[in-house]
């Protein structure tokens, strides 16, 4: 594939930790990779240059994803202006933790996050689908959690995001099916990024039964399988991958 006629992934959260795996991954499977950011402009840089280093193509794209306003703005504007460009796989992989227990949780906490990790699926997905569904063709994908299966004290504001969009993923997947476009989620245990610093690996090892966290590229592999063609049969499914933590 030249690179005027690359197909495009967007992955959102792309600048550190899992979106950085993933679009590497993406970029290696030859797709054009849009690296969503929020702050880390300098980390977000970094994940176009390794992608391009390595002899794919990206560029960056920041929008808070947590802003409707922005994402329509932004996302919105960037389709627009690329008619001829159509995304093929999005990822909606950004997220945030505010933990505490309920009794505890400010509002603020409890709304911020289902703003950052629910909210930021349907607004983002629904620009992104038209253009699946000209071309009869896309893959979404959801980095949800362990936490939105099984729950976890201390997280019932991510919990409930992260479940929110598993539910999600399952109606959306019925209902754009026959439209050649997949929706599924993976769902990691503990895994080392900046999200999972100051959790003890060592507290954790003997009820994980591979007794270690899991890599970020661990994830990205699982990502990377469902936006192939191979996984076309795929749809509605979530592929948790955390040690064995959870089967
Ligand atoms: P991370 O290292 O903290 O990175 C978070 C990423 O999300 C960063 O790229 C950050 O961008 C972006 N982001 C956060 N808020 C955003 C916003 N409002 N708009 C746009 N981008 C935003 O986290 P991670 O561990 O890679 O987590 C990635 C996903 O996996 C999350 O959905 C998380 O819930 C999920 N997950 C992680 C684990 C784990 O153990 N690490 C386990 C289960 C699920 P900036 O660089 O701009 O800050």
Redesign the pocket.
Known sequence: MTKTNMKYALV??????????VSLKLAAQGYFVLV??????T??DKTVAIIKEAGGDASTL??????KDDIQKTLGGWIDANKDKSIEVLV??????KDFLLMMMAESDWHDVL???LD?FYYITKLVIPGMMFQRFGRIIN?????GIKGLPGQTN?SAS?AGVIAASKSLAQEIGRKGITVNCV??????????EG?EEAQFRSIIPVQR??E?DE?AEAVSFLASKGASYITGEVINVNGGLYT
Do not use: H, W
């Open positions: 959102t959260g792309g600048s550190r930790g899992i979106g950085r795996a969503n950011f929020q702050r880390n402009e980390e977000a920041k929008f808070d994803v947590s802003d909606n992989n950004a997220g945030i933790r703003r950052t990790n930021s980095v949800v959690s362990l936490s991510y992260k769902a990691p245990g503990f895994i080392k990024t900046e999200m999972t959790i966290f899991g970020a994830v």
